[in-house]
């Protein structure tokens, strides 16, 4: 059975999390404790090269890390419903899109405004850096306008690559998620992006929401008044 290591705390973890247990894919839950440090040890290091989460080590062995390479490789070895990755090419192309968009222009704007505005100082115990937060905000935002008025250009538009959920939601939908634990709405003033998120949690559930307790937590413990 493969091996699935992560931590629900990284949000493609949490994606990856929630489409093995929508397609009910065999795999073995493998928790790496990040705020322990455990993928830092070199125990994990023979696991994944690279020491990050998540990663897996398939039965025969193989390992693999990179939350998009090992969507695809098990999309590639099981039978799962199409939605999630169309087998028609201009299809599963659109979903590519997204997933080739996602890295950079989503990803890197919402992980490093949150980790700019709370985990770093947090950890470090050292102020808020104000400058690097609002240029992080800058960018953010113009990433999530894009989603509104691009890839959701409709309000009839239900999800970002088709009529049909697909891995490309639950992975946007998660990285959105990292704002709200720095006193961020990433949906004020986007309600395409907010009914588009509404659908994508409604089609997810429960397992939507049982793989973000401890987000829910955190931003219960900032205090929603900020939001």
């Known amino acids: 059975m493969m091996k699935y290591y992560f931590d629900l705390l990284s949000q493609p973890s949490r994606a990856l ?37 998540p990663c897996i080590v398939d039965a025969d062995g193989f390992k693999l890390s990179e939350s998009v390479a090992i969507f695809r490789y098990i999309t590639s070895l099981n039978d799962v419903p199409e939605n999630w990755y ?28 949150f980790q700019t505005k709370w985990l770093i100082p947090r950890l470090s115990g050292n102020p808020i850096d104000e400058k690097k937060a609002a240029a992080y905000k ?9 989603l ?56 997810t559930n429960p397992y939507y929401d049982e793989a973000h307790v401890v987000v829910k937590k955190v931003i219960e413990k900032n205090g929603k008044s900020k939001l």
């Open 17 to 53: 999390w929630i489409f093995l247990k929508m397609t009910k894919v065999p795999a073995q839950f493998i928790k790496v404790d990040l705020g322990k440090a455990e993928h830092l040890t070199d125990k994990f290091k023979e696991i994944n090269r690279f020491q990050k989460v």
């Open 148 to 203: 509104e008025n691009v890839w959701l250009e409709s309000a009839d538009r239900k999800f970002l690559a088709s009529e049909e959920i697909s891995f490309a939601d639950i992975l946007a939908a998660c990285e959105l998620e990292q704002p709200k634990m720095a006193w961020y709405d990433p949906f004020d003033g986007r309600p395409r992006l907010r009914s588009w998120y509404d659908r994508v949690r409604d089609a």
């Open 138 to 146: 800058k960018l953010m935002e113009q990433s999530l306008n894009n």
């Open 86 to 113: 169309p087998k028609d090419i201009k299809a599963r192309a659109l979903v590519d899109e997204y997933l080739e968009y996602q890295h950079n222009s989503v990803r890197l704007p919402c992980a490093m405004y």
